[in-house]
């Protein structure tokens, strides 16, 4: 096989403080790479700056300036870090044999990129980085993160635990994957239902060298929610159980209130009512914002709004004029 030509993505959201040292681990892993004719000498390190407000940009095009190796795509606003991959991958995925993600902060282990790219070569479509252990997150994220892959598993959705989104995938796994239109983005659900041909790599992960964690509690919560709901509709189901419990309780009540009326003490019995008032409007709430919840996501879907827009892509080759003009007239 000749050497593939491999595009890195790595996804940008105010990461001015380790884009310096990321740009060259990355861009010095490639480096060594094309030296040692492992892949084509015109892969690349694609950053997507998903409207970054500080010195991101500039900074990319910096490295940009210094050395071919480095590219850049902008987003016009923050559309979020799973549209950040999908850009990436769409963008790279045409020019280029595989793609690599992996976040800026490198907190994945960019050593791994060489075995990645081996496993490839070796006919896999698709490389999963997994983490071996997450001595590195705090314990509210490994319990939260424990808890939530369980649940998944429980309402059978097909997840590759401590897997994120660091991965190698094919040409064609990317050709296959940007069939799936969903806005509703959850894309570590998505890889598995690809069904190609899939290796793992296990590696440990560090913590953040620099900056902030992009994902706060509430976008955390938000994500986790998607992924729930994206891909299972257990939780509206579980209503029916739930409802079914209500009845056989209420069938309870039912013989328990008739026995009070015929033996003559109606007056008592104000509190069992109180709480069942109140028990029951909490469960219906619940139901119906679990309902809403899936409502809102078809809103988001029917309308099918772009999932993110590009207001700068230095990646792609230079449109030929006669091409432009050619599209002009259509
Ligand atoms: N990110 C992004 N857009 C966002 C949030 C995050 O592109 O809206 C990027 C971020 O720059 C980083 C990656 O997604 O490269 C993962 O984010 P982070 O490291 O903050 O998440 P954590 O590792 O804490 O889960
Ligand atoms: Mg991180």
């Not at 681990?25 to 892969?43: C, E, F, H, N, W």
């Not at 990645?116 to 071996?132: D, P, T, Y």
């Not at 996501?297 to 029917?302: D, G, N, W, Y």
């Not at 590009?310 to 080759?317: G, L, N, R």
């Amino acid at each position: 096989m000749q050497e593939p030509r491999i595009t890195v993505i790595v996804p940008c959201y105010n990461e001015e403080e380790v884009l310096p040292k990321s740009s060259q681990v990355l861009g010095s892993i490639l480096t060594k790479m094309i030296q040692a004719q492992q892949i084509r000498a015109d892969s690349q390190v694609l950053f997507v700056d998903d409207g970054s407000s500080d010195k991101t940009w500039t900074l990319i095009k910096r490295f940009e300036a210094q050395n071919r190796i480095f590219s850049g795509l902008k987003f016009s606003r923050n559309f979020g870090h799973q549209n950040a991959l999908m850009a990436g991958m769409k963008v790279a995925g045409k020019l280029s044999d595989a793609v690599i993600t992996i976040d800026a902060d490198l907190q994945d282990d960019p050593n791994l990129i060489t075995e990645m790219v081996a496993h490839f070569k070796k006919g896999s479509e698709i490389v999963l980085g997994v983490r071996n252990d997450r001595t590195s997150d705090t314990i509210f994220k490994r319990f939260t993160a424990e808890k939530f892959y369980s649940f998944m598993r429980h309402i059978g959705v097909q997840l590759v635990p401590n897997h994120a989104d660091f991965r190698l995938l094919s040409h064609r796994a990317v050709d296959e994957l940007m069939c799936y239109q969903e806005t509703n983005l959850f894309l570590r659900g998505i890889i598995p239902q690809l069904g190609l041909k899939t290796s793992k790599l296990y590696y440990q992960r560090r913590p953040r060298f620099a900056g902030k964690s992009k994902y706060p509690l509430k976008k955390m919560i938000s994500f986790a929610l998607d992924g729930i709901t994206s891909f299972s509709v257990a939780p509206i189901k579980a209503i029916l159980s739930l409802g079914l419990v209500v009845i056989a309780v209420s069938c309870i009540m039912l013989i328990y209130t008739a026995v009070r009326f015929f033996t003559g003490n109606v007056i008592n019995g104000w509190t069992s009512l109180m709480m069942s008032l109140w028990f029951l409007g909490g469960i219906q709430l619940i139901g119906i914002s679990i309902i809403g919840e899936y409502i809102g996501k078809i809103f988001a879907e029917v309308k099918h709004r772009p999932r993110y827009i590009i207001e700068t892509d230095d990646y792609s080759p230079v449109q030929q004029p006669e091409l432009l003009s050619e599209q002009q007239v259509r």
